[in-house]
């Protein structure tokens, strides 16, 4: 039975507070685990984020807004060109906006918060 406790501490992982900011302006904080994409973290806590594409690097919908003073101490890896293609897609872009599917959860987010922008552009809206 040592093996089965130690899988499950394995399994456990490191849970961060983060806070959204939805599109009217309410805040919710939810608890996201280290590791997992702040659209999945979103989805899993009811979060108005759409993630039309589901991850896939193929729309704008999970498209986020960090506070600026945040996003300075996060050192988040700089948007890879794909990222930046669909961010051109989005509305309401800002100097700190990145796509939610592309953002992974790390210890240093603790007590963060991103904002949904008010608007989103989905393809299928054309």
């Keep these: 039975m040592a093996g089965t406790s130690s899988s499950k501490a394995k ?18 904080t939810v608890n996201a685990k280290v590791g997992d994409s702040l659209l999945d973290v979103a989805k899993d806590n009811d979060v108005d984020l759409e ?3 589901e991850g896939t690097l193929s729309c704008s919908t999970c498209h986020l807004i960090f506070k600026p003073d945040e996003m300075e ?15 051109d897609l989005a509305y309401g872009l800002e100097d700190t906006s990145r796509l939610g599917c592309q953002i992974m959860v790390a210890k240093t987010f603790e007590g963060i918060t991103v904002s949904v922008p008010k608007a989103h552009r989905d393809i299928r809206d054309l």
Excluded: H, Y
Excluded at 11 to 25: A, H, L, P, Q, W
Excluded at 73 to 87: C, F, Q, V, Y
């Design 73 to 87: 101490t996060l050192k988040l890896d700089e948007p890879s060109d794909e990222e930046l293609d669909m961010l």
């Design 51 to 53: 993630g039309a594409c």
């Design 11 to 28: 399994e456990k992982r490191e849970m961060v507070t983060v806070n959204f900011i939805d599109r009217d302006g309410d805040k919710m």
